[in-house]
């Protein structure tokens, strides 16, 4: 009897274990803005750094570009 009890605890308190992981994440996820870490599948980023960093560029050569060709 002690040793199901045992085994049954054990396979509980892993099944507890990885639940609380999955939600946990999720949760943290979406309280906190992690879109600057790697950001899981699920997530949409509050913010988009990288892709405004870029166009941000983009914007800067075109300029420049147009700056350029202006000059000749």
Do not use: C, H, W
């Not at 002690?2 to 308190?13: D, E, F, I, Q, W």
């Not at 949760?27 to 509050?46: F, G, H, L, W």
């Amino acid at each position: 009897m002690s040793v199901t009890r045992n085994l049954l605890r054990g396979a509980l308190k892993s099944v507890t274990t990885k639940l609380m992981d999955q939600v946990g994440s999720k949760v943290v996820a979406n309280i906190t803005d992690t879109s600057s870490d790697a950001p899981d599948a699920y997530y949409t980023p509050k913010r988009n750094k990288f892709a405004a960093m870029v166009a941000e560029e983009a914007a800067e050569e075109a300029a420049d570009e147009a700056a350029n060709t202006e000059d000749k």
